[in-house]
């Protein structure tokens, strides 16, 4: 049994600030939204968000990332503020 202070990741996170744009995947709409990666790793990554997104949702980041892939599903979400959340992502 892993304790919950042991990471569950396969990959090592880095601090990565940076600000990013996507769109909801499949394309509902032409709209982009903002967020701001907090750390990134090859498989995943931390945000900060201004819109709710539902674990499970996929979404698409149109500014560049150091990383190859551009999809992500969103693997857990949670409320920080009224207008601010924090997810978790996994590049698929």
């Known amino acids: 049994m892993l304790s919950d202070n042991v990471e569950r990741r396969n990959g090592l996170r880095y601090d990565f600030p940076q600000r990013i744009e996507y769109i909801l995947s499949p394309e509902i709409s032409e ?18 968000l201004v819109n709710l997104l539902a674990e499970g949702q996929r979404i698409i980041i149109k ?30």
């Not at 907090?38 to 931390?46: E, F, K, Q, R, Y």
């Open 31 to 48: 709209k982009v939204y903002q967020g701001v990666t907090i750390n990134i790793s090859n498989t995943g990554a931390c945000l900060y």
């Open 63 to 92: 500014k560049n990332l150091p990383v190859f892939y551009q999809t992500a599903l969103v693997r857990w979400i949670k409320k920080v503020d009224d207008d601010l959340y924090k997810a978790g992502v996994m590049f698929v």
